[in-house]
């Protein structure tokens, strides 16, 4: 019976995390995941929760995300001071991760929050960079998830010159990079208007009937929650493994820590 036992000892160690085995698990820590932007990656109405479901359960994962947020407004309101904190507390962990995502509200036409392209944004996502370095942290810049608004048969990239900035902040401050405008708009791309209007909040409203003008949803009906910038369970399941995936590729060290589907639901 010994060498069964001793067998199946073996296969365990082989499937367990690397932090979680051996002696020196003590020397080996779970990494730590912070998640940093607006409404796409926060709860409810991104893909964050869902992405923090990828991981393992020794994982921390903390989506700090908040909607209608901007590279600017986001330090503004002392939110950036939590993220702070948590990277002075990094002792029970190996490696803390910050992913940083903005841009959506740092467009023009957001009185509070917008920022401007060629000084603000840059210069904000360049600092959030440099003090996670500085503490102890490894910064990943995202680029904004893509939009789903079609024009014609080709995807409307409004968020391009924005994920061009983050890219040109990522290379100066050799900051990993994860192109999450670039895979998200292949992706949406490749479905066309109609399937990716099912990876919203909500059902997209019944058109009106031809030629009388009138919905064929009844009068009173509330507001639909359908749009093409937030996601619902399908979307946020879709997003979070296009993240989950390309962490894998920037950081093996990671692959341990992620499970192949998200063990919950995201809050939607």
Request: glycine residues 10%.
């Amino acid at each position: 019976m010994k060498r069964p036992l001793a067998l199946l000892a073996i296969g365990l160690l082989a499937l367990s995390p690397t932090w979680a085995a051996g002696p020196d698990a003590a020397a080996t820590k779970p990494p730590r995941i912070i998640l940093v932007g607006d409404s796409t990656m926060a709860t409810r109405s991104g893909y964050g929760d869902t992405l923090c479901g990828r991981f393992r359960p020794e994982v921390s994962c903390i989506n700090l995300a908040r909607g209608g947020r901007s590279s600017g407004s986001f330090r503004a309101e002392g939110r950036w001071d939590e993220v702070r904190a948590l990277l002075r507390d990094s002792a029970p962990y190996g490696a803390s991760y910050v992913l940083i995502q903005f841009g959506h509200n740092d467009q023009p036409g957001k009185p509070g929050r917008s920022t401007d392209l060629v000084t603000q944004f840059p210069d904000n996502i360049a600092r959030y960079a440099t003090e996670v370095t500085e503490l102890g942290g490894v910064p990943v810049l995202l680029t904004p998830l893509t939009r789903r608004t079609f024009r014609g048969a080709y995807l409307h990239n409004d968020l391009a010159p924005w994920a061009e900035a983050t890219r040109r902040v990522a290379r100066a401050h050799s900051a990993a990079l994860l192109d999450l405008n670039v895979i998200s708009g292949r992706a949406v791309q490749a479905m066309g208007q109609d399937e990716a209007d099912t990876l919203a909040q909500a059902p997209k409203p019944v058109e009106p009937v031809a030629g009388t003008g009138a919905a064929t949803e009844p009068q009173g009906a509330p507001k639909s929650a359908f749009d093409r910038t937030h996601v619902g369970a399908k979307g946020a399941a879709l997003f979070s493994g296009m993240v989950a995936g390309e962490l894998k590729r920037l950081f093996p060290a990671l692959a341990p820590a992620l499970r192949e589907s998200p063990a919950v639901a995201a809050q939607h």
